[in-house]
């Protein structure tokens, strides 16, 4: 059974990305080419070269890709030269790809940086589908975002053929025996070989810290004194990162489904598995149902998959729980889980391999989308701690008591996400404190599957007194902002639009 995703999603029900663009600027045909550098009052970014520190954006329309149109005449794209290695500036550089819509009213505060999580999704195709939910905020921003280093247009890295994805679907992630323990390893070293051959020497350069660093060139490049920034899911990470690197340049920054930055490799699987299986609960209540049903469907895929309207696919156990775990990033999600799971006891497993597929961005051809390769790049560089087969065989009942439907997996994740890794790991946590920077509106929900809300209390105890303000909603799903919270969205907006930060501790029902 093929581990295609760790389930640290993007928002809008994570790989369900829509119209995007090429990230390279394609000129100007109107004639009317934006060149935008930095203004006199943007602080440069210490060590910076003066040609990197200088260079001038040349936005323009953005293109269309073979799986999406390009957006509306609203947006512009461009790409930002950035070193390769930070720790020599002056080197080899990269092209990163931006795209932007501008503010549309007249009392322009700046640019809004966005990242939507993953680590590994996409913000040029993202951000496009993402500016209604920010309307409110595009009168008075620029609407920013861009695909990461190793990301999609930015030096994506795809670490293996869609032939290579499509046969990993037979490896099982929760083996039984020596022999599929094994299989499971290997699979996961044959993957981490695919990358480093893939990435070249850009592999050990695109961590968490790179793309900080990236983003304050960007922040100067783009004319803002301060970074204004939303980050959601792993984009919280990032920004609290940027904080801690650059604590004079924070501006408004509202960070969304948190992840916990105190927790370890176990510790973030572990998290998982307890917030999954919290949103599985809250599910299965409506419904009146437990969790032992599905359960007992999992332990029969382990066993023999289930037949699907696909004739050469089954829909095997973890394909099944991949496709349980999409519909709980959204409570709207719901409805289409009970017609899966439905159909799934009735015999029949194509509804549960649909919601896997889009969760796996996997197409009707057989086409897989680049957001877990890139994922697995950057957390593996970010991460130092390699668990062994044998500790996390003793971890394992721990996990499987956190959670009975998603624990054996989150729990075997740990010994094969980074098994075998090319590229050591920098770190077991990411530091986050920003003492002096000016408040961060750190956004926590209580029903969040992929980032339980605890960490949203430990993202603002790390970055410091005086700096993390944390605000609640007692929702479902992944992330607060734009999710039906009239309370959560006013209180963001009036931070983002008026520098009014809401009481710490203030909480949405």
């Known amino acids: 059974m093929a581990r295609l995703v760790r389930w640290t999603a993007l928002t809008a029900a994570a790989a369900l990305l829509t119209a995007g ?72 550089t990269i092209g990163l790809a931006l795209i932007r819509a501008k503010a549309t009213g007249d009392d322009r505060i700046g640019s809004l940086l966005f990242n939507f999580g993953g680590p590994g999704g996409s913000g040029v195709s993202m951000m ?46 929760t083996p039984d025996t020596p022999a599929e323990e094994q299989a499971y390893l290997k699979d996961a070293a044959d993957f981490g070989k695919g990358c480093q051959k893939a990435a070249g020497k850009l592999m050990a350069h695109v961590s968490t810290t790179d793309t900080a660093r990236d983003m304050d060139l960007m922040r100067h490049v783009l004319g803002d004194e301060r970074m204004h920034y939303f980050g959601i899911s792993y984009g919280t990470e990032l920004g609290g990162v940027y904080a801690h690197l650059f604590p004079e340049h924070v501006g408004r920054v509202i960070l969304d489904a948190v992840v916990d930055p105190t927790a370890d490799t176990m510790g973030h699987a572990e998290n998982q598995a307890r917030g999954f299986q919290r949103a599985l609960d809250d599910y299965l209540e409506s419904t009146g149902q437990g969790s032992r ?27 099944a729980l991949t496709g349980i775990v999409l519909p709980l990033y959204s409570e709207s999600g719901w409805p289409s889980l009970t017609s899966a799971l439905e159909a799934a006891e009735q015999g029949d497993g194509s509804e549960l391999l649909a919601l896997a597929d889009g969760y796996n961005e996997r197409d009707d051809s057989g086409r897989y989308g680049t957001t877990t390769h890139s994922q697995r790049l950057i957390s593996c560089l970010d991460d130092k701690q390699r668990p062994t087969l044998e500790e996390t065989k003793k971890l394992l009942p721990k996990f499987e008591e956190v959670s009975p439907v998603f624990g054996a997996f989150l729990g075997w994740d740990t010994a094969g996400w980074c098994h075998d890794w090319p590229v050591a790991g920098q770190h077991e946590t990411p530091e986050v404190s920003a003492p002096g920077a000016d408040p961060i509106l750190v956004v926590g929900n209580t029903g969040d599957p992929a980032t339980p809300y605890e960490g949203a209390r430990r993202m603002a105890d790390e970055l410091g007194e005086d700096v993390g303000v944390v605000l609640t909603w007692k929702g479902e799903g992944h992330g607060a902002y734009g999710s039906g919270s009239d309370c959560v969205d006013s209180a963001v907006d009036t931070y983002l639009l008026k520098g009014t930060v809401p009481e710490d501790g203030k909480v949405c029902s």
């Open 21 to 92: 663009c090429s990230g390279g600027s394609s000129g100007d045909d109107r004639g009317d080419g934006d060149r935008s550098s930095a203004g006199p009052s943007a602080a440069a970014p210490s060590g910076v070269p003066e040609a990197l520190a200088s260079q001038a954006l040349d936005w323009g329309h953005c293109k269309g890709t073979a799986d999406s149109p390009a957006p509306g005449d609203d947006w512009q794209c461009a790409t930002l030269k950035a070193p390769l290695d930070w720790s020599d500036p002056d080197g080899e």
């Open 128 to 173: 496009p589908s993402y500016a209604d939910t920010v309307s409110s905020l595009h009168k008075r921003y620029d609407l920013v975002s861009w695909d990461p280093r190793g990301v999609a247009a930015s030096e994506g890295v795809r670490c293996r053929s869609d032939e290579a994805m499509a046969d990993a679907e037979s490896v099982d992630s």
């Open 293 to 319: 049903k599905i359960a007992d469907l999992l332990e029969r895929l382990d066993a023999e998959p289930l037949p699907t309207s696909s004739p050469d696919r089954g829909l095997t156990q973890t394909l």
